[in-house]
Structure formats: C-alpha cells, structure tokens
C-alpha cells in the first residue's frame, strides 16, 4: 500500500523544510528529504522528476522539482512501499497529480488570508488521489493494455517487440537509448505485458540473458456499442429516443477513423477507475439522467462531472426525450482491441535474412506464435 505525499520547499535562508505532509502521522525524516533533494539539483537543477530508494525509510519516491528558477522550490514526493514503482500507476497518472497538487500550492501562495482553507482542500485532493492511485493496481486486463498505451515507455516497448525478439538486456538498453531516461527497473514495465499476455519471456539454449517475445497486439479504440444498438432496433428504451440514437451512432462511425490522438485521449479514460466504470456500466443499458447509479460517497454533482466530461470526447451522448426528460446512451464504447500479430512472420524472416536474429530466437518465436493461432 502506498504510503502517502511528502511536500517539502528549498529555500537559501533555511535549506530544505517540510510544508505538508499526509496523512499527518507519516513519518519524515529531514536527511532523507535532503538526500532527495540532492538528486534533483545535480546537474542543472532544473525541473523534473527523480526516483529515489530511501533504505532507512524502507520507502521508494517518486519526486517532482519545480526547479532552481522557479519563484517557490517545492518537491512533491510520492512515498511508496520499497517494492512499488511509479510505473506500476502510470506516468501521465502521476504527472497529472502534481500538476493539481502545484495548483492548490499556487493558490495559497495567491491567497494568503484563505491559507488554512485551501490547506484542507489540498489536504482532500491528496486523500482522494491516493485511493485512486490504490485503485489503479486492481485494473482490468483491457485497461492494464491502455495504462500501457498511455505511458510513452510503454509504447515504445511495444513498438521495439513489434520488429523482432529481443533479449531484457537489449530492450532495456534501447529503450533508454530512445527515451534519454535512465530506467531503473525495465521488469516494472514488463509486468503489464506480461499480465495481459502480450509478452511471454522465455529461456534460449546458449543466451546469457531472457528473450521477450510479442505473441499479441493490440490498439485502442472506439467501437459501436452492440448490445444498446440491438436493443435500439427492438424500440428500446422507447421508439423515439431509439431511433435518434441510431442516427448519432451511424453518423459518427460513417466519419470515425482512428488516430493516435484520440487513442491517447481514450486511454486517458479507460484507465481512470472512476471514469471507466461508468463506461462499463452504460455498455448494458440507457439510463435517465436522474437514475443513474451512483458509487458509495458520489453526490450527483460529481457524476454529472464525469458524465460531461465522457460527453465532451463523444463517447456518450444526452439525449432528450419527448417529455423532456434526458437520457445517457453509450454512443462509443472504447475499449483494446486484441489481434494476432501476423506481420511478425515477415519481420522475423527479415531479420533472420539480415543476419540481426538468430535462428534458434526466429524459430522459437514462430512456435509460440503457432501455438496462439491454433487456440
């Protein structure tokens, strides 16, 4: 279980000092704060992320400076359990945190006088973040597939298993290479394809090193949501609202075409807990605005919050009926969408004609891919 956040501010008259922390009983230590603090300011000491292993502590942070130049030098520092790593929740996850985290900051630097209010606000978006972050560890087997499209890692392991196996060593090596990041454990990232089954590892005769071989693919996208549009057909939930709904349905998808943008965009969605379960939800049936389920300690604001937001990237659509009563429709489910890696064959044979693969990697890659085809 994650820990908490640990924020702490730089400045030249009184060094490193805590300025929040919860929850409030989490136990700081200045040393360590300090040691993290090094971490950002060697080299240039600009902006950016850090991940820190803290022994005594027995914590792994993930840590965001806002940089020597900026006005106020906050560190954000995300403590989790020595096993966790930021990767595991998703980077554009985290980012989005401290971005809203630095909002909050920026306000009570703006506002002196509601100081202790915005404080409790901070204090309950950094309580609420970390129950979502909790979540995130329990996702579905579609969206552990768009925590891996979301994170630009993520995409690039994908992309480099695309052209042929390679050794951890290898991918590891490359990926640092294309991401200029130093990545301290490329096992965290393998995880995720791994427990989707995108990814088997496996033991050549004669390597030194374990071989990853891509057996599935997958992209993120929209689809028509079948079970709504079959139900349309029969008159449900009422012949008017039905046929409207057929006529958004078809006219969006007469004019959809995939693009990574709004992959990107869609993936956002899926791996919010919040968010996507109201998608899985309105995959089963329509519901009028004013009925739909609510989970336990969301007020109807919240949901309509969500809802406007799923709206906004037309993935769901309010409909008016003829007493004027609104109406929510799934119009796009999204989802990941699984395929056989055929042009694998091609690359593989390639490579091997190259003289960049092996045969005995070729041939045991061909195998496992046979054995999924057959299944």
Same mark, same amino acid.
């Given at each position: 279980?994650?820990?908490?956040?640990? *924020? $702490?501010?730089?400045? /030249?008259?009184?060094?490193?000092? +805590?300025? %929040?922390?919860?929850?409030?009983?989490? =136990?700081?230590?200045?040393?360590?704060?300090?040691?993290?603090?090094?971490?950002? *300011? $060697?080299?240039?000491? /600009?902006?950016?992320?850090?991940? +820190?292993? %803290?022994?005594?502590?027995?914590?792994? =942070?993930?840590?965001?400076?806002?940089?020597?130049?900026s006005e106020n030098q906050f560190i954000i520092n995300f403590i989790m359990e020595l096993g966790e790593d930021p990767e595991i929740f998703g980077e554009a996850v985290l980012s989005e945190i401290n971005q809203n985290i630095l909002f909050y900051l920026k306000s009570i630097s703006q506002n002196p006088?509601?100081?202790?209010?915005?404080?409790?606000?901070?204090?309950?978006?950094?309580?609420?973040?970390l129950t979502y972050i909790e979540r995130l560890k329990n996702l579905t087997k579609e969206q552990v597939m768009a925590q891996i499209y979301n994170s630009e890692k993520g995409r690039l392991i994908l992309e480099i298993l695309q052209e042929k196996p390679r050794s951890k060593k290898d991918l590891h090596s490359l990926l640092e290479e294309k991401t200029g990041k130093f990545i301290p454990n490329i096992d965290i990232l393998l995880s995720h394809f791994v427990k989707t089954d995108?990814?088997?590892?496996?033991?050549?005769?004669?390597?030194?090193?374990?071989?990853?071989?891509?057996?599935?693919?997958?992209?993120?996208?929209?689809?028509?949501?079948?079970?709504?549009?079959?139900?349309?057909?029969?008159?449900?939930?009422?012949?008017?609202?039905?046929?409207?709904?057929?006529?958004?349905v078809s006219s969006y998808f007469s004019n959809y075409t995939p693009t990574e943008e709004d992959s990107l965009k869609i993936a956002g969605h899926m791996i919010n807990p919040d968010v996507f379960d109201y998608v899985v939800l309105f995959r089963e049936k329509s519901y009028p605005i004013n009925k739909v389920p609510r989970g336990p300690g969301e007020t109807f604001d919240k949901v309509k919050t969500?809802?406007?937001?799923?709206?906004?990237?037309?993935?769901?659509?309010?409909?008016?009926?003829?007493?004027?009563?609104?109406?929510?429709?799934?119009?796009?489910?999204?989802?990941?969408?699984?395929?056989?890696?055929?042009?694998?064959?091609?690359?593989i044979r390639k490579a091997v004609s190259e003289d960049i693969l092996k045969k005995e990697s070729a041939v045991r890659h061909l195998e496992l891919l046979e054995q999924i085809y057959k299944k």
């Open positions: 279980m994650t820990k908490g956040y640990v *924020i $702490t501010n730089w400045t /030249e008259n009184q060094g490193i000092g +805590v300025y %929040l922390s919860y929850p409030e009983d989490l =136990v700081v230590d200045l040393d360590d704060m300090m040691r993290i603090f090094y971490a950002h *300011i $060697t080299g240039a000491g /600009e902006a950016g992320n850090v991940l +820190v292993r %803290l022994e005594k502590a027995r914590s792994n =942070v993930s840590s965001y400076f806002t940089g020597m130049e006088s509601n100081r202790l209010d915005i404080t409790n606000e901070l204090k309950n978006y950094i309580k609420n973040s995108l990814v088997r590892q496996d033991w050549i005769k004669g390597d030194p090193d374990i071989s990853l071989f891509l057996l599935s693919d997958f992209i993120i996208a929209r689809r028509p949501v079948n079970k709504l549009i079959d139900d349309a057909k029969k008159g449900v939930p009422n012949a008017y609202l039905a046929n409207k709904y057929l006529e958004i969500f809802l406007a937001t799923l709206e906004a990237d037309n993935i769901i659509k309010i409909i008016k009926d003829q007493s004027d009563v609104e109406w929510i429709f799934l119009v796009t489910d999204i989802t990941a969408l699984v395929f056989y890696p055929e042009y694998l064959i091609e690359n």
